[in-house]
């Protein structure tokens, strides 16, 4: 079994394993010609279930054959233009090797005796976020697993800026708008908050907080003699892409002595951008800031940070162990990232960006992001210009919220159903991959375009294949009532 192990003696074992797996995916990839099979749960469970873990197949040779036919034949594929549903990105080869050294070295980026220059690296990389988002000289942060756990690891914070004794958790409020991030609400649960905690704040029909009613929120909760926690502004809801009003929404937290948190995981892609980076000024009055690399930098997952103006901050997240950080190291001053983090153990995924930026640069990855806003753009008014659709708002960032309308049906039940058949019968196909949402109630589908690959014409390719599928269920909804 020590053949297995990863050293000195394996080195050329391991060459050729790794060789044949990225043989194997590069073919797989090569032979994509759809996003996804079209395969369903109760085909595919009972091949996985069939297979005896207790007997191994004795080389990885066998198990990447095996793995094709329970896995890879079948996985969802982002890298396909026709992927058109969540917040997933391709990915960037220089992105990808980082992704084999790391996992390869294996380094644990808690203390500086597990990882050495992987701390460095991270630190490095910190610096240069924050540079770009303009948080000043104090600032700090740490990567983090993904947006949730940095949402929840800035309130967290926040809570404890507030200063407020367990007894007087109740009090506190976090305000954010009706179209922020669900983590915001799991956090104020994680952290012991009141089921009133978080307050949710009305949006304009560009779905962007309305800041008017933030401040009424704000004045209210004072004269209640609650405590104003937290404002979380988004730069760049999951559905719309909106981007709330960042300076009007700083100061009426600088009014209230009130931390500012951005959520900024889907938005921070613009901090690379040449010609949007204005979409977001007022980030660099946050207090602290989320940012999702594997979203608009386009890294593998996971890849995120969460970013704050005074890195002193961190502190609330600090407890030491003798066995791994003791008080000593850090007045020794050993940058050890566990006094700055939630996670203990942690991946390299710094190396992920790192060798993206000296492979691409920072100009590489705006480039990317830019088309992707683009083409959201033309999508936009093609929807806009389809009598067979209804668009919700035009985009600032890279996603579209719409619904098939059919002409002769007027009850919104009716469609509801359409729609939903159409995205469930659309994914069956396996031709293209959409997400859905809801819209004051009602079935809405969703592109979220993360591929500079993707052009109009599949845009347009996808939208012909969903009034198919309509079209087809209301077919069959007349015959059956006949």
Same mark, same amino acid.
């Given at each position: 079994?020590?053949?297995?192990?990863?050293?000195?003696?394996?080195?050329?074992?391991?060459?050729?394993?790794?060789?044949?797996?990225?043989?194997?995916?590069?073919?797989?990839?090569?032979?994509?010609?759809?996003?996804?099979?079209?395969?369903?749960?109760?085909?595919?469970?009972?091949?996985?279930?069939?297979?005896?873990?207790?007997?191994?197949?004795?080389?990885?040779?066998?198990?990447?054959?095996?793995?094709?036919?329970?896995?890879?034949?079948? %996985?969802?594929?982002?890298?396909?233009?026709?992927?058109?549903?969540? #917040?997933?990105?391709?990915?960037?080869?220089?992105?990808?090797?980082?992704?084999?050294?790391?996992?390869?070295?294996?380094?644990?980026?808690?203390?500086?005796?597990?990882?050495?220059? *992987?701390?460095?690296?991270?630190?490095?990389?910190?610096?240069?976020?924050?540079?770009?988002? @303009?948080? *000043?000289?104090?600032?700090? @942060? +740490?990567?983090?697993?993904?947006?949730?756990?940095?949402?929840?690891?800035?309130?967290?914070?926040?809570?404890?800026?507030?200063?407020?004794?367990?007894?007087?958790?109740?009090?506190?409020?976090?305000?954010?708008?009706?179209?922020?991030?669900?983590?915001?609400?799991?956090?104020?649960?994680?952290?012991?908050?009141?089921?009133? %905690?978080?307050?949710?704040?009305?949006?304009?029909?560009?779905?962007?907080?309305?800041?008017?009613?933030?401040?009424?929120?704000?004045?209210?909760?004072? %004269?209640?003699?609650?405590?104003?926690?937290?404002?979380?502004?988004?730069? $760049?809801?999951?559905?719309?892409?909106?981007?709330d009003p960042l300076p009007e929404i700083a100061a009426l937290c600088e009014q209230y002595a009130t931390w500012m948190h951005v959520d900024a995981a889907y938005g921070c892609g613009l901090l690379a951008s040449r010609t949007r980076r204005a979409l977001l000024d007022g980030i660099e009055h946050a207090d602290s800031v989320t940012v999702d690399y594997h979203k608009s930098f386009f890294q593998p997952v996971s890849s995120s940070a969460l970013l704050v103006r005074d890195g002193a901050t961190l502190r609330h997240a600090t407890y030491h162990a003798e066995y791994l950080n003791p008080q000593r190291m850090a007045e020794e001053r050993i940058p050890n990232q566990v006094d700055k983090s939630l996670?203990?153990?942690?991946?390299?995924? &710094?190396?992920?960006?790192?060798?993206?930026?000296?492979?691409?640069?920072?100009?590489?990855?705006?480039?990317?992001?830019?088309? +992707?806003?683009?083409?959201? @753009?033309? *999508?936009?008014? #093609?929807?806009?210009?389809?009598?067979?659709?209804?668009?919700?708002?035009?985009?600032?960032?890279?996603?579209?919220?719409?619904?098939?309308?059919?002409?002769?049906?007027?009850?919104?039940?009716?469609?509801?159903?359409?729609?939903?058949?159409?995205?469930?019968?659309?994914?069956?196909? $396996?031709?293209?991959?959409?997400? *859905?949402?809801?819209?004051?109630?009602?079935?809405?589908?969703?592109?979220?375009?993360?591929?500079?690959?993707?052009?109009?014409?599949?845009?347009?390719? +996808? #939208?012909? #294949?969903? &009034?198919?599928?309509?079209?087809?269920?209301? $077919?069959?909804?007349?015959?059956?009532?006949?």
């Amino acid at each position: 079994m020590r053949a297995h192990l990863l050293n000195n003696t394996t080195a050329e074992h391991y060459r050729r394993s790794v060789t044949a797996g990225v043989e194997r995916v590069a073919a797989t990839l090569a032979a994509t010609e759809r996003p996804f099979s079209g395969i369903g749960v109760d085909e595919l469970s009972p091949a996985i279930d069939a297979i005896d873990l207790d007997r191994p197949l004795g080389d990885t040779a066998a198990a990447l054959d095996e793995l094709g036919e329970v896995y890879l034949r079948d %996985a969802v594929y982002f890298h396909h233009p026709r992927y058109l549903g969540h #917040l997933n990105c391709p990915v960037v080869i220089p992105a990808v090797v980082g992704e084999a050294v790391l996992s390869a070295v294996n380094s644990s980026l808690d203390t500086w005796d597990q990882s050495a220059g *992987g701390t460095l690296i991270e630190r490095r990389l910190i610096d240069w976020t924050t540079d770009r988002v @303009g948080l *000043g000289p104090a600032a700090d @942060g +740490v990567f983090t697993s993904g947006g949730t756990q940095s949402n929840l690891h800035a309130l967290l914070l926040a809570r404890e800026e507030a200063e407020s004794r367990p007894e007087q958790l109740t009090r506190l409020r976090i305000f954010t708008s009706e179209c922020s991030h669900f983590s915001v609400q799991k956090s104020a649960k994680l952290l012991g908050l009141g089921p009133d %905690a978080v307050v949710s704040v009305p949006v304009d029909r560009e779905k962007r907080m309305q800041t008017v009613a933030l401040a009424a929120a704000l004045e209210r909760c004072v %004269a209640e003699g609650a405590v104003p926690m937290a404002v979380v502004a988004t730069a $760049g809801t999951t559905d719309f892409g909106s981007i709330d009003p960042l300076p009007e929404i700083a100061a009426l937290c600088e009014q209230y002595a009130t931390w500012m948190h951005v959520d900024a995981a889907y938005g921070c892609g613009l901090l690379a951008s040449r010609t949007r980076r204005a979409l977001l000024d007022g980030i660099e009055h946050a207090d602290s800031v989320t940012v999702d690399y594997h979203k608009s930098f386009f890294q593998p997952v996971s890849s995120s940070a969460l970013l704050v103006r005074d890195g002193a901050t961190l502190r609330h997240a600090t407890y030491h162990a003798e066995y791994l950080n003791p008080q000593r190291m850090a007045e020794e001053r050993i940058p050890n990232q566990v006094d700055k983090s939630l996670q203990t153990t942690r991946r390299f995924d &710094a190396l992920k960006l790192w060798m993206t930026l000296r492979t691409m640069g920072s100009d590489g990855i705006g480039e990317l992001f830019d088309e +992707v806003c683009d083409l959201a @753009g033309d *999508g936009w008014r #093609l929807l806009a210009a389809d009598p067979r659709y209804d668009v919700v708002v035009r985009p600032r960032l890279s996603t579209l919220v719409f619904r098939y309308v059919p002409a002769r049906v007027t009850a919104p039940a009716t469609i509801d159903r359409v729609n939903l058949y159409a995205r469930k019968a659309l994914f069956a196909s $396996g031709e293209a991959v959409v997400a *859905g949402t809801k819209v004051g109630g009602r079935q809405y589908l969703k592109f979220t375009l993360l591929n500079p690959e993707t052009t109009a014409q599949d845009i347009r390719a +996808v #939208l012909d #294949l969903i &009034a198919g599928h309509a079209e087809q269920y209301l $077919g069959e909804s007349l015959d059956r009532a006949s």
